[in-house]
């Protein structure tokens, strides 16, 4: 029911990938269900909605960026999307997965072994990782984690003057570029593209941010501060 669906999916994209690659997806969305019966991981518990809305969901953001040999984090990566489907389908991007909840991040350290697959584990709040890792990466991804100017300030510290953040959004896009305007140059960004793409019954985006500027340091501040008054 996954594969299948898997399938259709890739194939609506126009992304080919090894049977391999499609078969380690599949094991990678099983043992998050498997996983999601005694841990709160997910809201979707259909094989063939998992292959749709995570895995497939994930995949889009290999048509917005080369990934190939590129330090890519995954901030606020919950149970490991878009991180661990991008690094099945690219194994040549050197994939960073950062989220705050520890047993989240401990499972994923745990199980993501056992499928081959190799990614730093990081568990830490955004604004305070940024320490240590501050434009370190070439793209940053992220995937329901916060609206477009709160994520920004999140994200765009991590990045490299030259790589991108990549936002992965849904139906409100527009609306959050437009809240989000002011937020984009003073983090030292620019909108490069947005671009659509049909999952399911629903069309999502992927907003590729150039960074053309180095983010200045007083960002990120305290999450609540952010939360409380966005840029």
């Known amino acids: 029911m996954m594969k299948q669906s898997l399938n259709e999916s890739l194939s ?8 391999e690659t499609r078969d380690k997806l599949c094991a990678f969305g099983y043992g998050v269900l498997e996983k999601n019966q005694v841990m709160n991981l997910t809201a979707i518990t259909d094989p063939a909605q998992v292959a ?3 895995l497939a969901d994930s995949l889009t953001v290999l048509l917005a960026a080369d990934l190939r040999g590129k330090k ?7 149970a490991g999307f878009p991180g661990v489907p991008l690094k099945i389908a690219c194994p040549e991007a050197e994939m960073t997965l950062l989220d705050s909840l520890g047993k989240r991040m401990d499972w994923l350290k745990s199980f993501l072994p056992s499928l081959g697959v190799d990614a730093e584990c990081v568990t830490a709040r955004a604004e305070e990782a940024t320490v240590g890792r501050r434009e370190r990466y070439d793209y940053a991804v992220s995937r329901a984690v916060a609206r477009l100017n709160i994520l920004l300030e999140l994200t765009a510290p991590f990045v490299r003057v030259g790589g991108a953040v990549l936002a992965m959004k849904g139906a409100a896009a527009e609306e959050e570029l437009a809240e989000a305007k002011n937020a984009i140059p003073r983090l030292g960004l620019a909108l490069e593209k947005v671009l659509p793409f049909p999952i399911a ?27 409380h008054s966005p840029l």
């Open 72 to 78: 890519v984090i995954d901030v606020g990566c919950g």
């Open 201 to 227: 019954d629903a069309t999502h985006y992927i907003l590729v941010l150039r960074k053309i500027a180095p983010t200045p340091g007083k960002y990120p501040r305290q999450y609540a501060k952010i939360k």
């Open 52 to 54: 749709q809305r995570h």
């Open 12 to 19: 609506r994209l126009g992304l080919d990938l090894p049977e």
